[in-house]
């Protein structure tokens, strides 16, 4: 591969390029996928110290499980994008393009990727009333690669042992397994092995989002602020002028997930942008919701109810504990309640139970409204938070897909089967490009910039003219710790003869191709 780039005198600079493969789709589920970190090695913070020292590594050692290790550098994010009439197919790492880590718990992420698989999404989504529940695993990805998860951690609470445990583990005793009617919010009780991005991985290394996915959205723009020093991201809240939020993510429905700002009035384009607003309250016997603290956890929301197939009155065996300090409210998801089950309207203020509010995505956190990519209206997810940035409840998606769960893990023969059609290839198989400033001079000095491949060695040669038998090498370099790479070279500056310079990468440095 190789890119030119000629300089006639040091005060007239001429760029040549070949030409760049044309858009092919103004389609969404193609184009917002945060394509351009593929270029980069996957990174992490292993202790807070490097952290913040700004030392990160490129691979890593799992000591509780050292076959999830990432003993070979891998590439970040999504890194091949295919589609059919039906179907978006996607290859990635679920590895994110910023920094991750550190995380309050042995586990660690490891490149995801597998030779014979991908994972797709419905090109057109389809509804019923029969809801799918999301379950435990991805329920989408980011637009990052970063997998997206429901508001569990996978334990729920344990009547006979009077204690939270795991229901999708088993054990000796029975009564060590959780009964899956309280069922643990992972934000409460997971958010302290939280990275500063908001996610955390998995005992075999899955990396993914529980919540709102603040380290994403920083990189899309949607009104979050990054700390160099501190490494921290947080929710720009001093200001009242505010961007649509971007399509963040794509759930297993085939809806776009988009972050937390949208029209004030969902068919109105020109109306002004705020943040959206849950229709999910703590159940604190505000709006009409029982107050758990007085009655104790012996109900269900109705929502839960209709999940689990369980109506009230509970009996003894299926009660929760007390609110505590070590079950405070909102420790579990049965601790909210839906406004709409209370009398409440989505999108419009409303009056009910001597309380009036306005909310605007229903239970599945989803509202059919016009976006910037839709202009003619979609249903779409909304990640929610509160006025003071932190993260609320249901965060991503409710307790079901509002539409028809048919995308998920498929295999690369399926995908053959369907004849997709190859959009984006990535990573190793990237055409460098130069810069948007290619070259600069400073005094002497001429410096060279060009979009790189991690791990890339690469030669700059020079020629006086185009012929392929006159080029001198100048000098042979590898990109490291980023994308973009530069090389020097001393000029006479009183030439006036044309001056073409080229770069070749030679080679690449080995790393974990798994499912690339």
Same mark, same amino acid.
């Given at each position: 591969?190789?890119?030119?780039?000629?300089?006639?005198?040091?005060?007239?600079?001429?760029?040549?390029?070949?030409?760049?493969?044309?858009?092919?789709?103004?389609?969404?589920?193609?184009?917002?996928?945060?394509?351009?970190?593929?270029?980069?090695?996957?990174?992490?913070?292993?202790?807070?110290?490097?952290?913040?020292?700004?030392?990160?590594?490129?691979?890593?050692?799992?000591?509780?499980?050292?076959?999830?290790?990432?003993?070979?550098?891998?590439?970040?994010?999504?890194?091949?994008?295919?589609?059919?009439?039906?179907?978006?197919?996607?290859?990635?790492?679920?590895?994110?393009?910023?920094?991750?880590?550190?995380?309050?718990?042995?586990?660690?992420?490891?490149?995801?990727?597998?030779?014979?698989?991908?994972?797709?999404?419905?090109?057109?989504?389809?509804?019923?009333?029969?809801?799918?529940?999301?379950?435990?695993?991805?329920?989408?990805?980011?637009?990052?690669?970063?997998?997206?998860?429901?508001?569990?951690?996978?334990?729920?609470?344990?009547?006979?042992?009077?204690?939270?445990?795991?229901?999708?583990?088993?054990?000796?005793?029975?009564?060590?397994?959780?009964?899956?009617?309280?069922?643990?919010?992972?934000?409460?009780?997971?958010?302290?092995?939280?990275?500063?991005?908001?996610?955390?991985?998995?005992?075999?290394?899955?990396?993914?989002?529980?919540?709102?996915?603040?380290?994403?959205?920083?990189?899309?723009?949607?009104?979050?602020?990054?700390?160099?020093?501190?490494?921290?991201?947080?929710?720009?809240?001093?200001?009242?002028?505010?961007?649509?939020?971007?399509?963040?993510?794509?759930?297993?429905?085939?809806?776009?997930?988009?972050?937390?700002?949208?029209?004030?009035?969902?068919?109105?384009?020109?109306?002004?942008?705020?943040?959206?607003?849950?229709?999910?309250?703590?159940?604190?016997?505000?709006?009409?919701?029982?107050?758990?603290?007085?009655?104790?956890?012996?109900?269900?929301?109705?929502?839960?109810?209709?999940?689990?197939?369980?109506?009230?009155?509970?009996?003894?065996?299926?009660?929760?504990?007390?609110?505590?300090?070590?079950?405070?409210?909102?420790?579990?998801?049965?601790?909210?309640?839906?406004?709409?089950?209370?009398?409440?309207?989505?999108?419009?203020?409303?009056?009910?139970?001597?309380?009036?509010?306005?909310?605007?995505?229903?239970?599945?956190?989803?509202?059919?409204?016009?976006?910037?990519?839709?202009?003619?209206?979609?249903?779409?997810?909304?990640?929610?938070?509160?006025?003071?940035?932190?993260?609320?409840?249901?965060?991503?998606?409710?307790?079901?897909?509002?539409?028809?769960?048919?995308?998920?893990?498929?295999?690369?023969?399926?995908?053959?089967?369907?004849?997709?059609?190859?959009?984006?290839?990535?990573? %190793?198989? /990237?055409?460098? $490009?130069?810069?948007?400033?290619?070259? =600069?001079?400073? +005094? !002497? &000095?001429? *410096?060279?910039?060009? @979009?790189?491949?991690?791990?890339?060695?690469?030669?700059?040669?020079?020629?006086?003219?185009? %012929?392929? /038998?006159?080029? $001198?090498?100048?000098?042979?370099?590898? =990109?490291?710790? +980023? !994308? &973009?790479? *530069?090389?020097?070279? @001393?000029?006479?500056?009183?030439?006036?003869?044309?001056?073409?310079?080229?770069?070749?990468? %030679?080679?690449?440095?080995?790393?974990?191709?798994?499912?690339?």
């Amino acid at each position: 591969m190789s890119i030119f780039h000629k300089r006639r005198a040091l005060s007239c600079i001429s760029l040549v390029l070949f030409a760049l493969e044309p858009v092919l789709h103004a389609d969404p589920q193609l184009t917002s996928w945060l394509t351009e970190a593929s270029t980069k090695y996957a990174r992490i913070y292993t202790t807070s110290n490097n952290r913040t020292a700004g030392i990160s590594a490129v691979t890593w050692t799992n000591t509780i499980n050292p076959s999830d290790s990432q003993t070979s550098p891998t590439y970040a994010g999504v890194h091949e994008i295919n589609y059919s009439s039906n179907w978006v197919y996607i290859k990635n790492t679920g590895l994110a393009p910023y920094v991750m880590g550190p995380w309050n718990n042995p586990n660690l992420p490891k490149n995801q990727g597998k030779s014979n698989e991908v994972y797709r999404f419905p090109r057109t989504p389809t509804f019923s009333t029969n809801k799918t529940p999301t379950g435990m695993g991805s329920i989408g990805f980011l637009v990052d690669g970063v997998s997206i998860y429901n508001t569990s951690d996978g334990f729920s609470y344990s009547y006979a042992h009077n204690q939270d445990a795991s229901p999708i583990t088993t054990f000796t005793d029975p009564g060590k397994n959780g009964d899956g009617i309280w069922n643990r919010d992972a934000w409460p009780n997971e958010g302290g092995s939280f990275d500063y991005a908001l996610n955390h991985p998995q005992p075999s290394g899955q990396y993914h989002a529980h919540v709102t996915a603040i380290g994403v959205r920083y990189l899309l723009g949607d009104n979050v602020l990054y700390n160099e020093s501190t490494k921290k991201y947080s929710e720009n809240t001093n200001t009242r002028v505010f961007q649509h939020s971007p399509i963040i993510g794509w759930i297993n429905d085939g809806l776009p997930l988009y972050g937390a700002y949208g029209y004030s009035d969902p068919m109105d384009s020109t109306s002004p942008i705020r943040r959206m607003v849950s229709g999910y309250v703590l159940r604190n016997g505000t709006y009409g919701t029982t107050n758990l603290a007085i009655s104790g956890r012996t109900s269900l929301p109705k929502w839960a109810q209709e999940a689990q197939g369980i109506t009230n009155p509970l009996i003894d065996s299926q009660y929760g504990p007390l609110v505590s300090t070590n079950y405070e409210l909102g420790h579990f998801s049965e601790d909210y309640d839906y406004l709409g089950d209370h009398g409440y309207t989505q999108g419009s203020t409303s009056t009910a139970n001597g309380s009036t509010i306005l909310f605007d995505l229903n239970q599945y956190n989803v509202r059919y409204c016009k976006t910037p990519e839709f202009p003619n209206g979609t249903y779409a997810y909304f990640t929610t938070i509160t006025a003071s940035g932190a993260p609320w409840f249901p965060y991503n998606v409710g307790r079901w897909y509002y539409g028809i769960r048919t995308g998920g893990a498929s295999t690369t023969s399926a995908m053959a089967t369907d004849a997709a059609t190859l959009y984006y290839k990535g990573a %190793t198989n /990237t055409v460098e $490009t130069w810069t948007t400033n290619p070259i =600069s001079v400073s +005094g !002497n &000095i001429v *410096t060279l910039s060009w @979009n790189a491949v991690e791990g890339g060695t690469y030669q700059v040669s020079a020629s006086t003219n185009l %012929t392929s /038998t006159n080029w $001198t090498p100048l000098s042979y370099m590898v =990109s490291t710790n +980023g !994308n &973009i790479a *530069t090389n020097t070279e @001393n000029v006479d500056t009183t030439a006036t003869p044309k001056k073409f310079y080229k770069v070749n990468r %030679t080679g690449m440095a080995p790393y974990d191709s798994v499912g690339y």
